[in-house]
Each structure stands twice: as structure tokens, then as C-alpha cells.
């Protein structure tokens, strides 16, 4: 049974907000805060990354002899770790399973303000899984909460002069991710190209901001212009 559910916004909160290298509990009990104040007003959707866990993990696998598939594999376990580490910090407002796919997701919504999901299949990110569920669900905003506070032309830490967009369109969002896609190894967009192409293609408005700023993910939740970037 598919029931027409709308989570009004969408959230992908990147792995390395949840677990920089050990877990964050002071991170997941401030976002979890505002999250459940937030969820009275509209139902909320979230995909959380895997962070330095995926990283370490899908690493450790190719060394062990392990391909591809096998390392996102293990990253995506790592996704669901983070999704759950999340989940209990939110409490009773949350579904309390990692839903594993999108229809899941749509589903647990009918009985909870907050779902959480990690990863899907392999050979994609939780960008991608985030601008989906975002899509599927026809969510009116797409919150991407990093450790970076906005989109740049350029890496910031590398480049002084970085240009910085407190807006952007879909196609210059997808004209920078393009080239960036092009570079070497290495060089890593905020979004992957297919989440780009998702967001763009369903016209879906995405805030870029600081996960950590919690005044601004506050206020992207409400809509309203914040100290990142908005695609629209
Ligand atoms: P992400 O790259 O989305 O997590 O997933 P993250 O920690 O937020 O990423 P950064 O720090 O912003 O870069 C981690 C890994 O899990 C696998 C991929 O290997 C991905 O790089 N993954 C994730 C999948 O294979 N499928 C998915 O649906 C999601």
C-alpha cells in the first residue's frame, strides 16, 4: 500500500556531523532539540552519511581484497549506524527503525513526525538517497546540513578568493558540479552530480548550510534566507 504522504522538508545531515571520528552526542542532542520542536509543524524526512566510519570501513574492505559493491556496502552500514545513533537521540517522535528504502519511509510517516534512513544501493551517496526521497515525496525544501557553510566556486581551504553564492540556479549548481566531476581525485563537490541532476530536474529548493550553526539550520527549516546557499 502506498498512502500519498508529504514530508515538507527533507534533511540530509552529512555523516561527518554525526561521527567526525567518534560519535558526537553533543551534535545529535542539539539537532535532536530543535528537530523535535520543528516536527509539531510539518513532518520531517532525513538521511544521514556515513562519515569517518564509511570511510574507514570501505577502505579497510579494499584492502582486505574486498570490490567495490562490498566496500559501499559496508559504507552503508555505517549510514544506518549514524541513522540510528539519530533515531535514539530523537526519542518517541521518531520511527524507531532505520527505514531501508523510500516507500518504507513514506509509510512510517503516517505514524511518525520524524523518519530516519541511511543508505539504499550501492554505487550511489546519501546525497542522491536524500534528493530522491526529497523528489519521491514531494518535499517543498531539501536541507543539506555538512561542515561547510555554503557552496563555493572554488575550495575555500584552498583558494583565498573562493567565490561564495548565497544563491545559485539549478543550472550553475549543475555547471559546478559538472566540472568538478571532471577533476582529479580528490576534488569533491558539496552534492554529487546525480543529486544535482535530481534536484534540478523536480525543481526541488535546497539549502546548503553549516550543520553545526544551529541558528541557521533553524532557519532554513523555517524557509527563510540563512547564512548558506540556496539553490532555487
Ligand atoms: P556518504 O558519502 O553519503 O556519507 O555515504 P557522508 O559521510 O555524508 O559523506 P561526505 O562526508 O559528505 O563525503 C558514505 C558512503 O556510503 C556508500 C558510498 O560508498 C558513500 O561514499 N553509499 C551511501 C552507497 O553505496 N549507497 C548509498 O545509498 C549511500
Known sequence: MFLEVVFVIVLSVGGSLINPGTPDLVFLKNIASLLRDECKKEPIGIVTGGGAAARTYADAIRK???GEFQADEAAIL???QNALLLIAALGDVAYPLVCRDFDEAAEASVTHKIVVMGGTIPGITTDTDAALLAEKTGAKRLINLSNIDA???SDP???KNAKRYAELSFEKMLELASESDKRTAGTHFI???VAC???ARSKIVTHFIHGRDMECVKSALAGKKDHG????
Open 64 to 66: 582486505a581484497g574486498g
Open 78 to 80: 555505517s549510514t544506518k
Open 151 to 153: 557552496i563555493y566556486d
Open 157 to 159: 581551504k584552498k583558494n
Open 191 to 193: 552534492f554529487d552530480l
Open 197 to 199: 541532476k535530481i534536484i
Open 229 to 232: 546557499t540556496i539553490v532555487k
